[in-house]
């Protein structure tokens, strides 16, 4: 298979894992691990106050976790609602985390959580400038994506239905345009796939990488199922490479005609 | 009244952030600040003087998707 290449970083899996509602922190890192994934996401919250042990403040002991595992994290802006909130959790990120690359999610409405493309365009545009490698949760929608690129970002990351319900491809039509429109970008469908045959779509329909959480912290082996999507992922791809035939109307024998014998 | 709006729950006055991050047990913590909205790098938190109202938020990387 070819190797993605994001923000000038060469990554060997297509499959970009989340970290978020898995049963044990155990499945967690045995989802990660048997994924093969390189990067997963992550988020910024609240650390408990007070005097208590390392490992009793949830985000040192996940923070030792991500280590333990080894993988690269992509972390989010997940929850922000104004380009400010969002732009200062990028900070807050690059700091705790040592990498300029950020998911940037800006949310305009809380119950699809359907990006706010106006917020997400002006905080991409600043954070390019401030040094970051922008990943935005974007819609398929072509003119937000045109001026995303223009602002500096270099991957799209376009929804495939609302992050966390599992509808799937809910706009085939829309991701095809999008993947014709910007050949060269790398194209990331994150959020609303639900199996992996849809994530095996996608790819097969040309995306560069797909990027989930529930689909497999909520199934009911999630182990079993990051497997399944890591293999669903990569069929995908190396469908997309061998290009698929083309739909016919009809049926058409693949036996051939010549030869057959005469017995009626 | 001279109090810190501190991730959401109230607390004592301290005299700048990094003494806040002491007196909470975090002073070697994988955590980041914000000071009323505004990122406060590590490096700025000794010269970060807090007044009282303040709202600081102070982070860690955890589960997310």
Same mark, same amino acid.
């Given at each position: 298979m070819s190797q993605l290449s994001l923000y000038q970083e060469t990554v060997q899996s297509r499959f970009l894992l989340g970290t $978020?509602?898995?049963?044990s922190p155990a499945s967690l890192e045995k989802a990660v691990k048997i994924s093969d994934c390189d990067i997963v996401t992550v988020s910024l919250r609240r650390e408990k106050l007070g005097f208590s042990h390392h490992n009793e403040r949830p985000g040192q002991s996940f923070w030792s976790l991500i280590q333990k595992i080894g993988v690269r994290v992509l972390p989010n802006t997940a929850g922000c609602f104004s380009v400010q909130e969002a732009v200062t959790t990028a900070h807050m990120a690059r700091e705790l985390?040592?990498?300029?690359w950020i998911k940037l999610e800006v949310i305009g409405?809380?119950?699809?959580?359907?990006?706010?493309v106006f917020g997400l365009v002006e905080a991409a545009r600043i954070l390019t400038e401030d040094g970051f490698s922008v990943f935005p949760y974007t819609t398929t929608d072509l003119g937000v994506a045109e001026r995303l690129l223009q602002v500096g970002c270099q991957v799209l990351m376009p929804w495939a239905?609302?992050?966390?319900?599992?509808?799937?491809?809910?706009?085939v039509a829309a991701l095809e345009a999008m993947r014709a429109s910007f050949p060269n970008v790398p194209l990331i469908v994150d $959020?609303?796939?639900?199996?992996p045959s849809q994530a095996a779509e996608a790819m097969e329909m040309g995306f560069d990488a797909v990027l989930l959480n529930t689909a497999v912290a909520r199934a009911g082996n999630p182990i079993q199922m990051a497997l399944a999507f890591s293999k669903a992922i990569e069929a995908g791809h190396l469908a997309y490479q061998a290009d698929c035939m083309e739909p016919y109307k009809g049926g058409m024998a693949s036996s051939p005609i010549i030869g057959k014998a005469c017995l009626g | 009244m001279t109090i810190l709006h501190v991730n959401g729950e109230t607390r004592p006055l301290s005299p700048t952030l990094t003494e806040l991050l002491k007196e909470l047990g975090l002073?070697?913590?994988v955590v980041a600040t914000a000071l009323n909205g505004h990122f406060v790098a590590a490096d700025d938190r000794d010269v970060a003087t807090l007044r009282s109202g303040d709202a600081i938020e102070i982070l860690a990387p955890l589960q997310g998707g």
């Open positions: $978020a509602r898995y049963p985390m040592g990498t300029s409405d809380e119950h699809s959580l359907h990006p706010d239905s609302p992050i966390g319900s599992g509808q799937g491809l809910s706009d $959020a609303g796939i639900g199996r | 002073g070697d913590a």
